[in-house]
């Protein structure tokens, strides 16, 4: 069986238990558990609390800082046209689609 890891207690900051209320770049995240992307280089920022659409308040976990978070304008990563291929192997990075122009 599989288990959601982003949904199961753990001890990320290995302080020797879980926290109730445990924070990423100063955000409550609720339950400490595992979210790779908080412990990227440049960590995910969260959206953390809002209402959503029955008014009703929740922790949104939705990550704000995607692109930095990810790298997406690192050189290899850039996609200008956001066709899904990197502008380095896109011979037109204007233009979406891959080889679109190319004859």
Sequence with gaps: MLYQTDQLPCDINGDGKIEENFKVQGINTGMECFNPEWLFKIPVKIEGP????????????????IRQAYGLELHFLRDTDGDGFPDVIDPEPTIRGFRDGIR
Excluded at 55 to 62: F, L, N, Q, V, Y
């Design 50 to 65: 809002i209402r959503n659409i029955k008014g009703e308040r929740i922790t949104s976990r939705a990550g704000v800082n």
